[in-house]
């Protein structure tokens, strides 16, 4: 399977290439020209060819794989894959696609090791409302440092500090919600890490000790 070349108007998606395959064997096929214009991309019947013959093989070299896993149980790898591509804001579908999984294994596999959910952006994101917490996850103290899951933000956490407010009778903790943000450029100098700082009771966080022996990196 060869890595195809991308530009950035092009729409190489897989949902985009599955259909465009389909349109291309079916009784009544779109032209090669059409196929270009749906993929977005300059009309050349060589590099169609190559775009389409890769995608195919790599179409059947997914079933093949996941073909071969089926029946199997997860393996180390594969949980520590899962939960770290999931913390890391990767959909479902991404992480079964990589490990050459259905959707519904990696999505009880995640559930079964005691993930935190990761809502909808609809239902999340203002801090108004907090996300479902697994059994594994509920505790009510954290060590400064210790990185937590915010169920208010949907997002990992690091403890900076925590006092016991009588007013919400728990410990409220001063958090900074960690965002996935890419740091490459200088621009931002010696900045590693995006995020903003916000405050939460103790019973809106989740530990991720019990992932600890997964030796997964958040």
């Known amino acids: 399977m060869r890595t195809i070349r991308k530009k950035s108007h092009e729409k190489l998606d897989d949902a985009n290439l599955k259909r465009v395959l389909e349109c291309l064997?079916?009784?009544?096929?779109?032209?090669?020209?059409e196929a270009c214009?749906?993929?977005?991309?300059?009309?050349?019947?060589?590099?169609?060819?190559?775009i389409m013959s890769d995608f195919d093989d790599t179409m059947k070299f997914r079933e093949v794989r996941k073909a071969q896993n089926r029946g199997k149980k997860a393996t180390d790898y594969e949980i520590k894959q899962a939960i770290e591509m999931f913390l890391q804001e990767q959909p479902v579908s991404s992480i079964a696609q990589a490990l050459y999984r259905s959707t519904t294994f990696v999505s009880n596999l995640l559930e079964r090791v005691g993930v935190p959910e990761k809502r909808p952006s609809t239902e999340s994101g203002n801090g108004a409302k907090v996300g479902y917490?697994?059994?594994?996850?509920?505790?009510?103290?954290?060590?400064?440092?210790?990185k937590v899951w915010s169920a208010r933000y949907d997002l990992?956490?690091?403890?900076?500090?925590?006092?016991?407010?009588?007013?919400?009778?728990?410990?409220?903790?001063?958090?900074?919600?960690?965002?996935?943000?890419?740091?490459?450029?200088?621009?931002f100098g010696h900045i590693k890490e995006g995020g903003y700082h916000a405050h939460q009771c103790s019973y809106d966080l989740g530990s991720l000790r019990h992932l600890n022996k997964y030796d997964i990196n958040i």
Do not use: W
């Not at 064997?25 to 020209?33: F, H, M, R, S």
């Not at 214009?37 to 060819?49: G, H, V």
């Open 25 to 33: 064997n079916q009784d009544n096929p779109i032209t090669k020209k």
């Open 156 to 187: 990992p956490a690091r403890i900076v500090k925590g006092e016991f407010d009588p007013r919400y009778d728990c410990k409220v903790y001063h958090i900074y919600v960690i965002e996935l943000t890419n740091f490459d450029t200088e621009y």
């Open 133 to 146: 917490l697994p059994d594994q996850c509920v505790s009510d103290d954290f060590d400064i440092g210790e």
């Open 37 to 50: 214009n749906m993929l977005n991309i300059t009309y050349n019947t060589t590099r169609l060819n190559s």
